[in-house]
């Protein structure tokens, strides 16, 4: 995001015009973006799933301009969480 995109976003939250609740951070949108990734990567989705959530994948990369630093050390403590937690049965499916 540019200076003055972020100023404009930053303004119209600080005078209330956008609500600070509904923005999400840009740790989140990392973790929504290695989410996306994961799913397109690991399941068999609808191609209409597929196009929105690549196109949700897209919006965030324009969004987030350091994305690739941010994804690292998430990518680094789920490496690390994986090599000590068992791995559980009856994990979450996508229809």
Known sequence: MD???AAKRDFATRSGLIPHVVLFTAEQLTEVYRSIHETLQNYSITSQRQEHLSSAAEQIERIV?????????????ELEFAAIEP?????????
């Open 3 to 5: 200076s003055y995109t």
């Open 87 to 95: 791995p559980r049965e009856g994990g979450m499916q996508l229809s």
């Open 65 to 77: 301009s350091d994305l690739e630093a941010l994804a690292e050390p998430s990518n680094q403590k």
